[in-house]
Each structure stands twice: as structure tokens, then as C-alpha cells.
């Protein structure tokens, strides 16, 4: 029987080829944790990232509205305190458009319209303040994220990162350890990928199946570091005689 193909088999060219897509790999993947950190912590109101923040992200915040959320949240660090309560007070007493003009307009002028002041912002962002009914919008309640953006950032994490599993699970399906191993930690992020996006969709509904993004999102990250870690080590440390 011919035997499969190994990294003790591959020439150096070879082998810093697969290295640096690995590291490459690596440290995106790093970079996308840093970047859920970022954009998830703090939206349950409190400091560091929680389940809490992870099921008000999707499920929403069902006793406040999509601002208040936004202000106790990523926004929180944009403008004090005292102002952001005046903010959070109009909101709850019912939005009125009179109020707003009066107390809340000059606010939002002086803190947010930077990124926030319709499409001639410096930095828009997307998301305009700039007059009572593009804010008044934003003040029904907060039911978290959209079904519309779900789909939009599911297709594409499915597409990408499903590619990016198949590349490094060809690099890694040469590495020397029992076959169901191998095996088992070349299927498990595709698994742990499709359950993690799933419960995306679940989390809407129920807000406890934030547990199971959590769990599923440890997984795909275990097993892909373990698959890059450990080719890594056989591609240049691990040795054995090739007529094993």
C-alpha cells in the first residue's frame, strides 16, 4: 500500500509555504477574537465580555430600546455620564419630538455627529442621529440584531471560513497520529462552525442558547489551533525515520 504523503516528505520551499499560511491563519484568527471582544463587551451595561452581552447581541434587549442599548453598551465610552443619562431619561418618558429638539439635539451635535451626523459625517458609520426621525427609529425596542444582517454574515462566514478549514485541514491531514484523531479534529470546526451559526438563528428566539455559541465558538477555536500547533511542530521538529 502506498503510503500517504508526509511533512517529513516535503522539501523546505514546501514547508514555509504551509508555515507562514498557518501563522497567517493564526494570528487572523486572533485578530477576529479581538474583534468580537471589542464589539460584544459591555452591551449587557457591564465591563468585559459576558454570555450576557453574546445573547443581547442577538436576542436584543427587550426592556430598552436599540439607543439605550447602544448608549449602555459600545457607545458608552463616547459621551459622559450626565449626558448619557438625559439621553436614556428622554427615551423612557416617552421620545417626544419637542424634548428632543430641546435637550437631546444639541447633545447628540456635540458627541456624535463625528460618525454619526447622516452621510456628510468625517466618519459615517452607517447609522445616522442627525434629526428627530432617523433617531426616533432607533428608539423602539431593542430585539437585537437583524434577521436581514444574520443572513448576510452567516453566507459569508460559511463560505469563508468553510475555505479556510479545507486549507488548513489539507495541510494538517498530513501530520503523524491515529487516524481517528486526526480525523476527528479535521471534522470538528466544520461542525462546530455550522452549530455555532445555527444557534445565531436560536438565540433570537430564546436567549439561552448564547450558552451554546459560547461552547461552540471554543470548540472551532480548539480545534483549529490544535491542527496548526501541531503541524507546525511536525513540519519542522518532528522526526521519523521515512520507512515507517
Known amino acids: 500500500m502506498v503510503r500517504a504523503r508526509r511533512f517529513c516528505d516535503c522539501d523546505p520551499s514546501e514547508k514555509a509555504l504551509y508555515s507562514a499560511f498557518l501563522m497567517l491563519v493564526g494570528i487572523g484568527y486572533l485578530m477576529a477574537l479581538t474583534y468580537l471582544y471589542t464589539g460584544f463587551q459591555g452591551l ?17 434587549n427587550r ?22 443619562r438625559v439621553i436614556i431619561s428622554w427615551l ?39 434629526n428627530f426621525d432617523a433617531v426616533n427609529k432607533l428608539a423602539d425596542v431593542d430585539t437585537g440584531v437583524s434577521l436581514h444582517s444574520l443572513m448576510r454574515v452567516s453566507h459569508i462566514h460559511l463560505f469563508g471560513i468553510g475555505l479556510v478549514l479545507l486549507a488548513v485541514g489539507m495541510i494538517f491531514r498530513r501530520v503523524e497520529m491515529r487516524e481517528w484523531l486526526k480525523t476527528s479534529l479535521i471534522l470538528l470546526p466544520f461542525i462546530s462552525i455550522f ?37 507546525l511542530y511536525q513540519i519542522w521538529f518532528f522526526r521519523r525515520q521515512r520507512n515507517t
Not at 113 to 130: R, T
Open 92 to 130: 423612557q418618558s416617552g421620545a417626544s419630538k419637542k424634548s428632543f429638539e430641546e435637550n437631546i439635539y444639541p447633545i447628540i451635535e456635540e458627541n456624535c455627529f463625528q460618525c454619526h451626523g447622516g452621510a456628510s459625517a468625517p466618519n459615517f458609520v452607517g447609522v445616522d442621529l442627525s
Open 195 to 231: 452549530i455555532d451559526i445555527l444557534a445565531w438563528f436560536v438565540t433570537k428566539w430564546d436567549p439561552v442558547f448564547a450558552y451554546s455559541i459560547v461552547i461552540t465558538g471554543g470548540l472551532l477555536g480548539a480545534s483549529l489551533s490544535a491542527q496548526i500547533l501541531i503541524s
Open 44 to 60: 449587557d451595561g457591564k465591563p468585559g465580555l459576558s454570555v450576557d452581552d453574546i445573547a443581547e447581541n442577538y436576542y436584543g
Open 63 to 84: 426592556s430598552g430600546t436599540r439607543l439605550e442599548a447602544a448608549l449602555r453598551g459600545p457607545m458608552s465610552p463616547f459621551i459622559d455620564i450626565e449626558k448619557k
